[in-house]
């Protein structure tokens, strides 16, 4: 007595939803679903070649949030991965004082942006506004080639957020 695709899909949703995975309602669960009839079964995307600083700036990322009085704050989205990231800046004495931001992507999305914030808190304006993708990748000790969109997006946002705060001056 054979179950069907489907029916497997369907425990296997449950027992993620289970076990605390992203399946935590139907909509999770049909997620879960569609993604394994579309891809097949899901792969631990922690072990697709991302470095040990990559995953820690995911597993605990720095400076997350929103500033309540941002000098400046700058956005950026990936239309194509839907990845977005929102970035505050506080600037004291002409530099960067602090840095928050707020990503929604990926786990190299969301890694960006806590590498970004550490590095621009203590840059002025002018430094930050010439980082570059390499920096980040960098930074993050590599980034995979399907995963350097969010480098861009990172730097897409520092460089929406200067740009306003240079037409604020």
């Given at each position: ?11 296997r949703a ?71 990231l929102s ?73 929406n957020a ?8």
């Open positions: 007595d054979k179950q069907s695709p489907q029916i497997g899909l369907v425990a449950n027992a993620s939803r289970a076990a605390g995975d992203d399946a935590t309602d139907d909509a999770g669960a049909i997620a879960i679903i569609a993604r394994e009839l579309l891809h097949g079964p899901a792969r631990n995307s922690m072990s697709d070649g991302y470095s040990k600083i990559l995953r820690d700036h995911f597993e605990n990322p720095r400076n997350v949030g929103a500033l309540d009085t941002p000098d400046a704050v700058g956005f950026a989205e990936n239309p194509a991965s839907g990845a977005t970035l505050h800046l506080a600037i004291k004495d002409g530099a960067i004082d602090r840095a928050r931001f707020r990503a929604q992507g990926c786990a190299a999305t969301i890694a960006s942006g806590s590498v970004l914030t550490e590095w621009m808190v203590g840059k002025t304006p002018v430094q930050a506004c010439k980082i570059a993708r390499a920096d980040i990748e960098t930074a993050l000790g590599g980034l995979p080639p399907t995963r350097k969109h969010a480098a861009d997006l990172a730097v897409d946002a520092v460089h200067l740009g306003k705060l240079a037409r604020q001056t």
